[in-house]
């Protein structure tokens, strides 16, 4: 088992192996004693891994109430959120008292985000069972659920005591959810890592699933540790996501965020390349490598619709916005452009 340790506003590990999930209840023991541990995940991954994990927690002592929820990114919202929440008040969860995430992003966002404001925030574990969260969205204390105008609009940086990856969780991965890690994945060798992007060129992530999870954390936990609170080099972990979160929420989450991520990426470096600020010949390579996973390269959303999504996200400060625009394949940079200069982007990118 290797140890990634993450600095932010507290510290914490991530662990990696194969196996860990039935020793989950000694290592969170390990890092936070509590009464009550509050499992919280879907009708998909309950059903595989949730009684081995009640197991190991009761063994380690804990009182255990589960909390499992239709899976899904429509589910990520604040009913679901507020259902949560009344269940652990009525099952007089207290602040010493500890959540545990078993899932992907979704149930990870929504667990995190609960944890961070019951009761003014309590302490919380995440044990990803998706390649996306294991690579992404299970570190760094982002959380958040989605508001009918938008995806993650409402949420809290709320790091996590301890993540637990378990690399054998990820045998049961439908085809799809492990696509979209790749898109995740591909995401890091862009924005930083040239040789990693080569070496996804050359070996399939699942081939190297130990290997590529423990690169992107510790890119990830570099990020984090530079700046927590997403205000400076962490926006680069926002590649791909400005135009990929629109075509999500166009689509009512029909696409996946991987897909989306996948899309965005390419509409951006496409647009970048015709703009001339990156190096010819980097949306063939990215778009090769996404072609491999069967990924999304276009955004077919119409202009108008995609651009009033992405004006109403985050990212948009006033009269400019920050886009994640690559240079080339291991380099991006984050470029604040006036906001009347998007639909130039966009156009570049081909979304019309
Ligand atoms: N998923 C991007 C971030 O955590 O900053």
């Not at 699933?209 to 936990?221: D, L, Q």
């Not at 001339?276 to 491999?292: E, H, I, N, P, Q």
């Not at 069967?294 to 400060?317: H, Q, Y």
């Not at 080339?328 to 009347?340: W, Y």
Request: net charge negative; with cysteine; aromatic share 8%.
């Amino acid at each position: 088992m290797r140890a990634i340790k993450v600095t932010a506003s507290g510290s914490y590990d991530v662990l990696i192996g194969s196996g860990i999930l039935d020793d989950a209840g000694r290592l969170i023991a390990d890092v936070k004693k509590s009464k009550t541990a509050v499992v919280v995940s879907d009708d998909n991954v309950f059903p595989l891994y949730g009684k081995r994990l009640e197991k190991s927690l009761k063994e380690n002592g804990f009182e255990v109430l589960s909390f499992v929820f239709a899976a899904g990114e429509q589910q990520k919202n604040l009913d679901t959120y507020g259902d949560l929440l009344e269940t652990m008040c009525e099952a007089h969860v207290t602040r010493k008292d500890l959540v545990v995430a078993l899932g992907g992003g979704v149930v990870g966002d929504l667990a995190g985000f609960a944890a961070a404001t019951y009761q003014r925030g309590i302490a919380y574990v995440q044990i990803p069972t998706t390649l996306l969260a294991a690579v992404d969205s299970s570190v760094g204390g982002k959380t958040a659920v989605d508001l009918k105008a938008g995806k993650n609009q409402a949420g809290a940086f709320h790091q996590p005591s301890l993540v637990i990856c378990d690399i054998d969780l990820l045998d049961t991965l439908p085809e799809e959810q492990y696509l979209c890690g790749c898109a995740e994945v591909i995401k890091y060798g862009m924005i930083e890592d040239a040789a990693f992007f080569e070496s996804l060129e050359a070996v399939p992530v699942k081939e190297q699933y130990e290997k590529v999870i423990e690169a992107c954390v510790n890119m990830k936990a570099d990020y984090v540790a530079q700046d927590e609170f997403d205000t400076g080099v962490r926006m680069l972990l926002n590649f791909g996501h400005t135009f990929g979160h629109a075509a999500e929420a166009l689509s009512g989450y029909e696409i996946l965020h991987g897909q989306g991520v996948a899309a965005g990426m390419a509409v951006i470096t496409k647009a970048a390349e015709a703009l001339r600020f990156c190096s010819a010949g980097t949306y063939d390579r990215l778009v090769c490598l996404l072609r491999k996973y069967g990924l999304p390269e276009k955004i077919e959303f119409p202009a108008e619709d995609v651009l009033k999504v992405v004006l109403s996200d985050k990212k948009a400060t006033g009269n400019t916005i920050r886009l994640i625009v690559p240079e080339d394949v291991g380099r991006c940079v984050v470029k604040e452009i006036p906001v009347s200069e998007l639909a130039n982007w966009a156009k570049a990118g081909g979304i019309s």
